[in-house]
């Protein structure tokens, strides 16, 4: 899936948080990466619509995300850096039928689809359990899934694995390796970024470098300074 | 911990719809206030004991339900008797405990899920003026069942809060922090439901 | 309504259970122990306003209607609503309208704390105390029979206790406004 910045930039009450950016990305894997308030999760928010850009344009296969938000809300889907915030209802299997409902698909649609879903992602025994009885891992994973039980072309997943034990870290990591669908990853984890086709690196609301992952980890380390 | 007050079981009243009980317990509360004897009255408390007794439900549960209730019904009885008459009293008694039995053993025998479709029916001509979306209000539903025990949590952390600091639980100051932390929340969540297009028009 | 105001009315339904839950409070001062679940009618209207706040309200109302026990002490199912006291319930919805009616009317963040306080004290006792007492005093009329006099000045040795929860409404209604401002304007 294309997504195409034409000259986007955000500022929130005059002030800049990302500043004109022109680029394109089509590749399956692309990291992104910088500190804490560089911009990158203003950056990721712009791409499904869910901010709009105060000067410029972003489309989604070819989908304006203004014009067009409800559309490129199907194809790319989010899930937040927070994940236990975007979980809407109460029990783990009507969280993720709830992407579902309102598209006029039938109960047992429905359900044969979550059915699919949780099972794609190994986690059926936990269907009937509470969303806030759910642990990091297990939340993660639910995010994911509920999701990509939509469909959509692009997944944008904002720091997925920043608040993981190591082993639930090593599950979300391969879980993400295993997509086949594209995939955008905001992260600290740089380990993670082994094997992407594309990295892109912001720092103070710019857009510092656009590489493989080894140079742009490289230039990060640089300027940061350790 | 929020679940529903509905019975399983397979009785009568278990497989009226929906609809049917409430309108039966709608015509049953205009019926109860047009009679005025006690005798009349008190058969009709006697046939409510029956029908909620026939619900199924276990006896110290069926009686735990309804006891505040009956206790301001009984309290009103009370001051009829002292200011009034005993027949006044009984009529009062037997009318609003029989009202009270009749729509415990509706909600005994509804599950939330029928009251839920039940509710979107009645929503839909109002939908059609633009009122209020069906599918919004049991949106609105789920919402709250998923953020009460996240609610109860915070409340819990914010007294331990206070205790780890020294300072004394009061309620303002617990009221406060609980309130604003949770309706921060809601630009996250009204985004969350946005990104995944609930809301479609 | 936007979804952020579906998600304020949810959460804030949301608080108003919660707070049936919690033990009750219990002020130094007074020894009656305060059930806070009418004290969130009484914030609904202060913090989100007139439409909002009865929406949470008989969001609340709705729960219960389907046999949910969310009422303080554990209540719910349609037995409330047929008891001799379901006036309050129906006269918590007006009465978070109203608060928050008079609330739009007469606060504004930019007044002086002063004028916040007591524009939320009187949106707390007009809305919260008098037409909750209104429709809950006519309810408890029609259904209790002769007595309805007796009964409807008995039920007014419960005024105290709501205005000690006015009070605190007013409190904080006002800290919420200062920390994160929802309350809408209206001139
Ligand atoms: N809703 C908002 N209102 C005002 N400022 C914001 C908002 N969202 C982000 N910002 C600001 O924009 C900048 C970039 O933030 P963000 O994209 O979240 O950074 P990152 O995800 O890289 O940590 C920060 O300075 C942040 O304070
Ligand atoms: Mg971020």
Redesign the interface.
Same mark, same amino acid.
């Given at each position: 899936m294309d997504i195409v910045f034409s000259e986007a930039s955000v500022s929130f009450a005059g002030r800049p948080a990302l500043h004109p950016l022109s680029l394109r990305l089509f590749e399956r894997r692309i990291g992104i990466i910088g500190l804490n308030g560089s911009g990158k999760t203003t950056f990721a928010r712009l791409i499904?619509g869910?901010l709009r850009p105060t000067i410029g344009q972003v489309t989604v296969g070819g989908l304006d995300t203004v014009k067009d938000e409800?559309a490129v809300?199907?194809r790319a889907?989010?899930i937040?850096q927070?994940p236990q915030?975007?979980?809407?209802?109460?029990v783990l299997s009507?969280d993720i039928a709830?992407?579902l409902?309102?598209r006029r698909l039938s109960k047992e649609e429905i359900s044969a689809r979550t059915d699919a879903v949780l099972e794609r992602f190994r986690i059926t025994h936990l269907a009937g359990r509470?969303?806030?009885e759910l642990s990091g891992g297990e939340t993660q994973l639910a995010a994911i899934a509920?999701?990509l039980v939509?469909g959509p072309d692009v997944l944008i997943l904002d720091e997925p694995t920043n608040q993981l034990d190591l082993k639930n870290r090593r599950l979300i990591e391969e879980t993400i390796a295993g997509l086949p669908e594209q995939a955008i990853v905001i992260t600290h984890d740089l380990p993670l970024l082994d094997g992407f086709d594309r990295v892109l690196l912001f720092h103070e609301g710019r857009l510092e470098a656009d590489a493989a992952p080894q140079e742009a980890v490289r230039t990060y380390r640089r300027i940061v300074g350790c | 911990m929020?679940?529903?007050?509905?019975i399983a079981g397979d009785t009568p009243l278990h497989r009226a719809s929906a609809r049917l009980k409430l309108i039966l317990?709608f015509l049953a509360?205009v019926a109860l206030f047009l009679v005025h004897s006690p005798w009349a009255l008190a058969a009709a408390a006697i046939i409510a004991v029956g029908l909620y007794a026939s619900t199924g439900i276990a006896p110290g549960e069926a009686v735990r339900?309804?006891r505040?209730?009956l206790f301001?019904?009984l309290?009103?009885?009370v *001051?009829?008797y002292?200011?009034?008459s005993l027949d006044?009293?009984l009529?009062?008694l037997f009318r609003?405990g029989a009202?009270?039995?009749?729509?415990?053993a509706?909600?005994?025998t509804?599950?939330?899920s029928a009251?839920?479709d039940e509710?979107t029916r009645l929503l839909r001509p109002l939908e059609r003026f633009g009122f209020v979306r069906a599918?919004?209000?049991s949106?609105?539903?789920?919402?709250?069942?998923?953020?009460?025990?996240?609610?109860?949590?915070r409340?819990g952390d914010i007294r331990e809060a206070h205790r780890a600091r020294g300072l004394r639980v009061r309620?303002?100051g617990v009221?406060?922090p609980?309130?604003?932390l949770?309706?921060?929340?809601?630009?996250?969540?009204?985004? *969350?439901?946005?990104?995944? *297009?609930?809301?479609?028009? | 309504?936007?979804?952020?105001d579906?998600?304020?009315?949810?959460?804030?339904?949301?608080?108003i259970? %919660?707070l049936g839950?919690?033990p009750p409070?219990t002020?130094g001062f007074i020894p009656v122990p305060?059930t806070?679940q009418s004290l969130g009618v009484m914030?609904a209207g202060c913090?989100l306003g007139a439409r909002r706040g009865a929406a949470a309200v008989l969001?609340?109302l709705?729960?219960v209607?389907?046999?949910?026990?969310?009422l303080s002490?554990g209540?719910?199912?349609?037995?409330?609503?047929?008891?001799?006291?379901a006036g309050y319930l129906a006269g918590w919805v007006a009465g978070a309208f109203v608060t928050g009616l008079i609330a739009e009317r007469l606060v504004r963040e930019t007044q002086p704390e002063l004028a916040q306080f007591l524009g939320f004290l009187a949106a707390a006792i007009v809305g919260g105390i008098g037409v909750v007492y209104l429709f809950g005093i006519a309810w408890?009329s029609y259904?209790? =029979?002769?007595?309805f006099m007796?009964?409807a000045m008995?039920s007014l040795i419960f005024i105290p206790g709501d205005l000690i929860k006015a009070f605190?409404a007013m409190? %904080?209604g006002r800290?919420?406004l200062a =920390?994160?401002p929802?309350l809408p304007a209206r001139t």
């Open positions: 499904n869910l409800a809300r199907g889907g989010f937040f927070n915030h975007q979980m809407i209802l109460p009507e709830f992407g409902k309102n509470r969303i806030h509920s999701v939509t | 929020l679940t529903g007050l509905d317990l509360a339900r309804v505040f209730v301001t019904v309290l009103v009885a *001051a009829n002292i200011f009034h006044d009293a009529a009062v609003l009202l009270v039995l009749l729509a415990a509706v909600t005994a509804t599950t939330i009251f839920m509710i599918a919004d209000v949106l609105a539903v789920g919402l709250v069942l998923r953020f009460v025990p996240e609610i109860l949590a409340y309620p303002l009221l406060v609980l309130i604003i949770t309706l921060k929340d809601a630009d996250t969540i009204a985004m *969350a439901i946005d990104a995944r *297009a609930f809301r479609r028009q | 309504m936007s979804t952020r579906l998600v304020l009315v949810a959460l804030f339904a949301a608080i259970v %919660a839950l919690v409070f002020l305060i806070a914030l913090i969001l609340v709705l729960l209607v389907i046999g949910l026990p969310v002490g209540r719910g199912g349609l037995a409330v609503f047929v008891g001799p006291t408890l259904s209790s =029979g002769k007595a007796e009964i008995a605190i409190l %904080a800290a919420v =920390g994160y929802l």
